[in-house]
T-cell receptor, first 110, second 112 residues
Framework: EDQVTQSPEALRLQEGESSSLNCSYT??????LFWYRQDPGKGPEFLFT???AGEEKEKERLKATLTKKESFLHITAPKPEDSATYLC???????????FGKGTRLHILP | DADVTQTPRNRITKTGKRIMLECSQT?????MYWYRQDPGLGLRLIYY???????NKGEISDGYSVSRQAQAKFSLSLESAIPNQTALYFC???????????FGPGTRLLVL
């Protein structure tokens, strides 16, 4: 069964304290892995799409990496405005559906 | 202006009532999706549409129906609302030639 697991469920960091969020996946064939940011009560905001192992993408303080089994979202020197839930999702070769993880709630303390 | 809009943004209704949630997009995408989000369960797919003539069920379609009125409009209906349909509902769109989905701002639905 295709599955996406995110860890940790929640993470509290001090401002400036770098860390990584994990997304592990088991799928029959990966067509794309996605990272989204979601603020409370709002729609997920697209961050990155990764297609193949070894690929990396960066945006401001965020960098996403991909291996054959997992993806990491690295946050460097975070600020309080980076506080949000970060969602990982995958699309498989099977069909058009996206499978979402349950997210990591990130809280950056000033 | 937002590329994907949803109306209403908030709705309170009673058990047994029929309600419709609407989604419009100006992105020109052919594919549209409806999800619901519940605390602890993440985002789950209700229905999706490749174009106006192609509608497909997602993992939790029971109790819901959809209508693709035009390429830019995709509506979700609850024929007889029940309390466990209380959730946050999101519409999303995708260009069939690209992998990424883009989400609307959501509709918060409370069924009493």
């Amino acid at each position: 069964e295709d599955q996406v697991t995110q860890s940790p469920e929640a993470l509290r960091l001090q401002e400036g304290e770098s860390s990584s969020l994990n997304c592990s996946y088991t799928v029959s064939g990966l067509r794309g892995l996605f990272w989204y940011r979601q603020d409370p009560g709002k729609g997920p905001e697209f961050l990155f799409t990764l297609y193949s192992a070894g690929e990396e993408k960066e945006k401001e303080r965020l960098k996403a990496t991909l291996t054959k089994k997992e993806s990491f979202l690295h946050i460097t020197a975070p600020k309080p405005e980076d506080s949000a839930t970060y969602l990982c999702a995958v699309r498989t070769n099977r069909d058009d559906k996206i499978i979402f993880g349950k997210g990591t709630r990130l809280h950056i303390l000033p | 202006d937002a590329d994907v809009t949803q109306t209403p943004r908030n709705r309170i209704t009673k058990t047994g009532k029929r309600i419709m949630l609407e989604c419009s997009q100006t992105k020109g995408h052919d594919r549209m999706y409806w999800y619901r989000q519940d605390p602890g369960l993440g985002l789950r797919l209700i229905y999706y549409s490749f174009d106006v003539k192609d509608i497909n069920k997602g993992e939790i379609s029971d109790g819901y129906s959809v209508s693709r009125q035009a390429q830019a409009k995709f509506s979700l209906s609850l024929e007889s609302a029940i309390p466990n349909q209380t959730a946050l509902y999101f519409c999303a769109t995708r260009d069939g030639g690209v992998e990424t989905q883009y989400f609307g701002p959501g509709t918060r639905l409370l069924v009493l």
